[in-house]
């Protein structure tokens, strides 16, 4: 009894319902009654789970190598085990695993060995000194014994029924020559998978069996994934080149033996799923491989060009699925290096050069349609027209224009195309000749060398009824809009439409500024307090978190603020019609994934002066309708043609930064501050969690190279010394991205810290107070420019900031000549600078002074004024003219392209402007009466026609009498008639209007004998 109520108690203070207690009970009652049956019960219960989720067993029909090779992959290797001991198809009956030691110094040995003890006839350990990838599978492939073999890396796996689908495959069709797993991703990070391979179209069906003779654009590049007969390539003699490097050997020993086969099949295999893992730690040979010289020469001099150069040999052609294979590789070098010259500062400039023509010699094997029809990996029509250029020196057989935006207010419509050659273009509106009001060319490089032209054109309408023809070369041009291409021209009212918003971001006129979600006291603070004191009647918010240092401040100012992400900011964010805008990334930019159905004008007040190249950062980020900029040098260098920039003199402003008025009111000279301010490196930060700018932490933060100079010059006794000695205070205050680490930092006690989350001091006190700055590449020197205090440079990374692995690249701005201090690159070397320094009592020197002066537009401290007044022109019609001397440019070009008739349309406009001098007039009648000469000379009746129009009647009539009677055509003749009469020649007449009878007997009508009679009696 005593049991019993335990039981019952225990039972009862379960959290189940009543049903499941009653269950319990009685299977407690039968283990009382019989142990052994209820154990006999749950074993087969629980066996039947297991063998559930337990793959059979299958003996198979053929045999499998897998040759793997190892190089520091022990995190990952029991993984691999697992997928292949555990496979349906029999492990032990039809699986070889050879494992190939490169060399490795963690524990990978141990691990396979580990391994290897449990499975001893089917697991191979060799050994060598690392040499690559390549040497590793060559010397597994000499202990092959089976049929087949793959090779599968040890840091992938696959699913637990991969190599039953195969061996099914092989066995059921004997025609099959090579099988290929699916690849799916695998993210180490999260641990999902995701089948989002650019390839994954070759998987549509279960099964897609392709005749090696015609592979079409069925391309395979990997190895892995791959299952290859042995005898095969024992027969003859494929193996992988250990020259091509650090990642191509696949791709070339895939193409060696399809072009050995003389006839087969290749099997590609939905549900052979294989996992390729993507490392957190993104040191895969993929993920490095761009760091490497090999990847700007060995592939393409041994593994490209070879290859390209066998199949041409055998076959005299190169087939499509070849073709397409280097088009995928060079797509991707294209694609990573497109206007990002700094990632391969590592090489020589011999190197680059030599790189460039070897990859234009590549393409003399790749045929036009082949580049036209490729779309894989995001290669869309900017690519091609590159490639076609840059590689080909043609164009394509048609062109696509893009509508890539509509500036309502001003009646304008932004138009994109792309060229390489020099490219005639047209925008017609109800088949007139309209010149963009406004006009951007973004110049693309590859290598260093041009790549295309990007031609971004505002072109302006009149009425929604408009009709918009696009002509490239006097040939009609796609238009692309949202996608959908149009070959016939396009309503105004169509494309309004298509940008116009749904009722979810009907507009209430107001405005929200932000600048960081998480942090204030930035260009957007301090325009909307101008706008607060002088424009109370604009409805504007402020977008911050609650949670911020600067909430409590900002609130107790007056300032109308909404919590960043929640309800109530969602709620204005779709009602306002402007965003205006310190920081521009996606968060702030497309927070609800849309792009705001583009119903917002963006505002980009900057948080800092641009002075490296972020283009790559801000390009095609839609609706950015105002640029704001602070110097002569910074603003052309963003508008000017030819910039990498997409916004041009439309966009981009010229008012100085918003925060720079109170910084000039409130500068201080006398202070005794060092202000240590670095900026932040991609490479050492851990990636963003969600929306906004907080991140994960790096564990290894503290070991990379940045964090340990810092480190240094922070103990560093001398300095300690020197500010001591002078007494001067130091604040080291890092950029927001690097705050999660200051402590790590172990600040020495002599020096104050400054964090902007929670500092209840404005960054901008820092600058007025501070008398020196030693910074890096931040474009915070440029307050102390600003303010004309002294700047030290500590660059001790050049070549690696500018590598292309942080977010800018080398811009305008030179800091040798025009920074505003010195620059070093070793900490002696600034210790010493900031000595003499501070023995000029820490004023600037020349030629650092000048270059301060010199580089500011204003410092009027109007700049809020400024901004504001350019945000309220972005509603304002746009009444400014396309200049003559611009429309004389355009004239130009269709004469260069001999298209007169156009040419003529242009000089027309540019004669009828209502700003045009006698001067001009003078010298544009002078090109006019030229093309009429020259353009016309074989076309009489189009110039007689012109003149006509122009009452220049007796010109016409004698460029008709310039032709021989036997050369006359019907309409010449008869157009030489009209003339005639109209000069009252008309014996000219009569005899042009006989000669139209005699000559076009057949066409001539009753009226046109009666014409002729009456002529005779004339």
């Not at 932040?680 to 969690?689: L, P, Q």
Request: with cysteine; charged share 25%.
């Amino acid at each position: 009894m005593k049991d019993q109520s335990i039981r019952e108690s225990i039972v009862e203070s379960l959290p189940i319902d009543e049903e499941r207690k009653r269950v319990l009970n009685r299977r407690l009652d039968k283990l009382k009654r019989d142990p052994k049956d209820f154990l006999r019960s749950s074993y087969s219960k629980r066996s039947a789970q297991l063998i559930s989720k337990t793959p059979i067993k299958y003996k198979g029909s053929n045999n499998f190598t897998v040759v793997s090779a190892v190089y520091n992959v022990g995190k990952y290797l029991d993984d691999y085990f697992d997928s292949l001991v555990n496979q349906s198809l029999s492990f032990k009956r039809h699986i070889q695993l050879i494992l190939v030691d490169d060399g490795s110094t963690d524990n990978s040995a141990e691990i396979i060995k580990k391994w290897q003890k449990q499975y001893p006839k089917n697991i191979t350990y060799l050994y060598k000194e690392n040499g690559g990838i390549a040497s590793a599978r060559n010397l597994g492939l000499n202990s092959v014994k089976t049929e087949w073999v793959t090779f599968i890396d040890s840091d992938d796996f696959v699913k637990n029924d991969y190599f039953k689908i195969i061996d099914d495959a092989i066995t059921k069709d004997n025609s099959i020559e090579m099988a290929v797993g699916n690849l799916m991703f695998y993210f180490d990070e999260n641990k999902t998978v995701k089948n989002t391979h650019s390839l994954k179209y070759r998987f549509k069906n279960e099964k897609n069996i392709v005749s090696v003779l015609n592979m079409d654009d069925n391309i395979n590049l990997f190895v892995t994934v791959t299952f290859f007969k042995t005898e095969h390539i024992v027969k003859e003699k494929i193996y992988f080149s250990e020259d091509i490097k650090p990642n191509f050997e696949d791709g070339k020993f895939i193409a060696d033996y399809l072009l050995s086969l003389n006839s087969g099949n290749v099997a590609y295999l939905k549900d052979a799923v294989f996992y390729y893992r993507k490392r957190s730690d993104g040191n895969s040979t993929i993920d490095t491989s761009w760091q490497k010289k090999e990847k700007f020469y060995n592939i393409l001099a041994f593994g490209y060009i070879p290859m390209l150069e066998g199949y041409k040999s055998k076959y005299g052609y190169v087939p499509k699925n070849i073709q397409w294979t280097i088009l995928y590789e060079l797509s991707w070098h294209i694609k990573t290096i497109l206007n990002q010259s700094g990632k391969i500062n590592f090489l020589e400039e011999s190197q680059k050069q030599n790189y460039f023509q070897l990859v234009k010699s590549i393409f003399n094997y790749i045929d036009i349609d082949y580049i036209v029809d490729f779309n894989l990996i995001g290669v869309w029509f900017l690519y091609k027209v590159g490639m076609l250029g840059a590689f080909k020196n043609t164009k394509p057989d048609f062109q696509i224009t893009y509508i890539e935006n509509v500036d309502k207010e001003k009646k304008q419509i932004l138009i994109v195309s792309f060229n390489y050659l020099d490219t005639l273009r047209s925008y017609r509106l109800n088949d007139t000749d309209q010149l963009p009001k406004h006009s951007k060319v973004v110049k693309h490089t590859f290598a260093n060398q041009l790549f295309v032209y990007e031609q971004r054109d505002w072109i302006e309408f009149e009425s929604m009824e408009d009709n918009l023809d696009v002509y490239m070369d006097n040939k009609p041009a796609r238009i692309s809009l949202f996608g959908k291409q149009n070959s016939h021209g396009l309503k105004i009212q169509e494309v309004v439409k298509a940008y116009t918003p749904s009722d979810k971001y009907k507009s209430d006129d107001s405005w929200i500024l932000m600048d960081r979600d998480t942090q204030a006291d930035d260009n957007a603070e301090h325009l909307y307090r101008y706008i607060m004191q002088n424009y109370p009647e604009q409805k504007c918010y402020f977008a911050l978190s609650k949670d911020s240092a600067d909430w409590n401040r900002l609130k107790a100012e007056g300032f109308n603020l909404i919590d960043f992400g929640s309800n109530d900011f969602e709620f204005h964010l779709c009602k306002a019609s402007k965003i205006i805008s310190s920081y521009f990334d996606s968060y702030i930019s497309n927070y609800f994934g849309d792009e705001y159905e583009h119903s917002k004008k963006f505002i980009f007040l900057q948080h800092g002066v641009i002075h490296t190249d972020i283009s790559k950062w801000l390009d095609y980020k839609r609706n950015m309708l105002c640029f704001v900029t602070s110097t002569l040098a910074e603003f052309h260098a963003i508008a000017a043609d030819n910039s990498p920039y997409q916004v041009g003199y439309k966009e981009v402003v010229l008012t100085g930064l918003p925060r720079h008025d109170q910084l000039l009111i409130n500068n201080q000279q006398d202070s005794k501050v060092i202000l240590i301010m670095p900026t932040w490196r991609a490479s050492t930060m851990g990636k963003v969690i969600g929306s906004g700018h907080t991140r994960v932490v790096n564990e290894y933060f503290m070991d990379s190279d940045y964090a340990q100079h810092w480190y240094r010059l922070l103990h560093n006794e001398a300095l300690a010394k020197l500010a001591k000695e002078r007494d001067y205070k130091i604040i080291f205050a890092p950029h927001a991205n690097v705050e999660p680490y200051i402590n790590d930092f172990n600040v020495p006690s002599y020096i104050d810290t400054w964090r902007a989350s929670t500092a209840t001091t404005s960054i901008q006190k820092l600058f007025q107070k501070a008398r020196i700055m030693i910074t890096d590449y931040s474009s915070v020197a440029f307050e102390m420019g600003l303010l004309g205090k002294t700047v030290i440079y500590y660059q001790f990374d050049q070549q690696e900031f500018f590598s292309g692995t942080h977010t800018t690249q080398k811009g305008y701005f030179d800091y040798e000549n025009d920074g505003f201090g010195p620059i070093v690159t070793e900490e002696g070397a600034l210790i010493t600078e900031l000595e003499k320094v501070l023995k000029n009592n820490g004023e600037p020197s020349e030629p650092y002074l000048t270059r301060m002066r010199e580089t500011f537009a204003y410092r009027d401290t109007n700049n809020c004024k400024r901004v504001y007044e350019a945000i309220i022109d972005l509603d304002r019609p746009d009444t400014s003219q396309v200049p003559v001397d611009i429309i004389m440019e355009y004239a130009q070009k269709a004469i260069t392209h001999e298209s007169w008739d156009l040419a003529l349309e242009r000089i027309e406009n540019a004669l009828q402007h209502s700003a045009i001098t006698p001067t001009q007039v003078e010298e544009i009648t002078r090109i006019k009466e030229s093309v009429l000469q020259t353009g016309y000379q074989d076309e009489p009746v189009r110039l007689a026609n012109i003149l006509w129009h122009e009452k220049r009647l007796q010109e016409a009539l004698d460029a008709l009498k310039q032709i021989d009677d036997t050369e006359a055509s019907d309409e010449l003749l008869r157009l030489r008639v009209r003339l005639a009469i109209l000069n009252n020649d008309f014996m000219l007449a009569r005899d042009s209007q006989k000669l139209l009878l005699e000559n076009y007997n057949e066409t001539c009508t009753i009226e046109d004998w009666q014409f002729y009679t009456q002529l005779a009696h004339v």
